[in-house]
């Protein structure tokens, strides 16, 4: 039987090889030596061997694991909200990621990636989703469209009266957070 084509390059025969394969993640990184791979000489791409890797695939996704929970310890220690707690804040107002970021302000990307753990909140916004889990009733101070508008869409951006109006109706509540230790 003849080897398999490249699907990359069409013109190299593929080869099984042993490589070490190094993989990165949230900031670690683990190297799986004897990780086989289908290798073009041609254009140098390689391809993961269906059923070779599942011992090296246990590890990675125990690796994965272990990185998680150490960055969720990390988020403690320091403070802030894990991953997981973010995410149950965001269902507990029974919104999707995108228009809870809305919501919120910023961008569904952003907020995708402090739910998945690849980046870490701010302080301000640890505190701001602290002060809405405690205080839901509050939600309504950020939905687009509120009582007195006509039904019309208030803008993206809050005149700046109203954004004082809001941080000085937050400042009671975002001193019982810090007094209780939560921050």
Known sequence: MPAPICPNCARGELRT???????????????????????????????????????????????????????????????????AQIKAIRKQFGRTQSRFSLLLGMGAKTFARYEAGMVAQSRTMDHLLRILHGHPELIVEFEPERKGTGGKRKSKSRPEAELAHLAQALKPLTQEVQAEGKV
């Open 17 to 83: 090889e042993r490589i070490e394969k190094t993989f990165r993640y949230k900031g670690q990184v683990l190297a799986i030596p004897d990780f086989v791979v289908a290798a073009c000489p041609e254009c140098d791409e390689t391809y993961v061997v269906p059923g070779e890797n599942d011992e090296a695939l246990d590890r990675l996704r125990a690796f994965q694991k272990e990185a998680d929970a150490a960055l969720d310890r990390q988020r403690e220690a320091e403070g802030l909200l894990t991953p």
